[in-house]
């Protein structure tokens, strides 16, 4: 078996009551100009592969093994694409040794799908979550101007004991280029044959008779709402549980890499996270407590990825009067770094630390509540939590001047952020008063850090014309000052702009919340 790079599965899936009777009409009622030629048939055994907390589904993708004789082939096929029974989707082939695990298979070999599936599983084990035999028969497709595809009957047998039955489908698989040239045979087989549009793959079958459930964990955490009668405990658990939750389900997208936001999600995941430990403490336990300093290791392990897909589009965006090869020169730069800082983050992903974390953040999120801790009334609590982080915005922000350092207005975005978190956390509390001054907060906050951001710009692209002018050349070095001197001065015009946004923590929303908390 060759190694076959990845490609698009374009093909029509159907459902049949009876594989003889459409074989029949294929090879009698097939309508001109379309011809059909059989070829063997074959028996397919088909494993599909996830982790335990099904970080390869979540992704997007299933991962199968197929064995025929002593060879095995690996196959990584995304799960989604395509519209009704149509299917577009990648697929990522390769031969594998056949006995024995896939973690070792994997481990030996260097294929594009073996790359995709270690990125995707990390440290944690592989193991077979169903299992399905197909009986295919394969037809060959053409029309007047040659091959077009392929049809296969398939009947699949899924489950074991009384789980066990048989999946009839239909399947035609064509070149994307080929979709116009097949689609009225597609149309004719279809009404002639009496076949109905797949609405779910066989893989969903396999797992339902397997009594398997792809989520990231079948297991539920725990109550994950309250109301005004709420303890702080069951307050501070459901916010946990819920950001928890957050968390866990952008690993997949974070590890897979081919969306920005899988990252800067679950960044912002775990730094609300750690608000809320910070805000509850005193309703949780020790171990949980110590959480929150993992939490700072981990979304710094994150930041220099994330602050790169920030000013890789800040690039995009400003460059257009840039000299285009200057512009060239400073992004390849930037991908270099971003790739190194991927490795980090991934390295970060893979390590025993981060799986400890979650474990340690896992086991007390499902215990819940321990003894009396936080048995008091949320009402009672939350305004006492929510003037503390608030003074300490303040105590911020009103050291700001005309020449104050940026390293305190990025303290103060921290301090803002971690408010704008509480206020949140209680807002189901107090309803609208709340968001309203939570509203503001995040207006502050995106100045904040639009502030920031700026100064990162200014930073990097003056270092890039320091210490990067020979791959640069005379244009680059000049686009990079140019750069760093127009974010310098955006960030100059931001800070105008803080003393009017920060007054506003003073004015009516304040009020308004105040009074919320003083009535309840």
Known sequence: MTERAAFMETEWQFVADDLAAVREWLENEAPDPFSVCAEPERTQDDEYWDTGGWLVWRAGFACR????GESAELTLKELSGGEANLRRRRELNEPIAGPGGLDGAIARSGGDASRLLRRLAGPHTLRPVASLTTHRTTLSLADADGPLGTIALDRTTVG??????DLLRVEVEVGEGDLDR??????????GAGLRPALSGKLAAALAAAGASPGWEPRPLGPMTFDRESTLGEVAYAILRREYLHFVQHEPVARLGEDVEGVHQMRVSARRLRAAIETFREALPAGLVAQAGELR???HALGDMRDLDVQR???ARLASPVDPKAVAALDA??????????EAMLAALDSKRYVAMVDSLDEPLRAGVVGDKGDGLALESAPGLIRAWRRRVRRAGDAIEANTP???YHQLRLKTKALRYAIEFFAPLYGEPAEAYGRQMARLQRLLGDHQDAIVAAD??????????????RSGVRAARELAANAAAEAEGYRWKFPKRYARLRGRAWKGLRAAMLNS
Do not use: C, M
């Open 160 to 165: 074991q004991g009384w789980r066990a039955h």
């Open 406 to 408: 940026h390293e305190a």
């Open 313 to 315: 589009e800040r690039l």
């Open 333 to 342: 730069i930037l991908r270099e770094h971003y790739e190194a800082a991927r």
């Open 297 to 299: 290791w981990f979304t």
């Open 460 to 473: 990097l692209y003056q270092r890039l014309a320091s210490d990067e002018g020979e791959r640069l050349g």
């Open 182 to 191: 097949a689609a009225p045979f597609v149309t004719a087989l279809r009404d």
């Open 65 to 68: 093994v197929r064995r025929q």
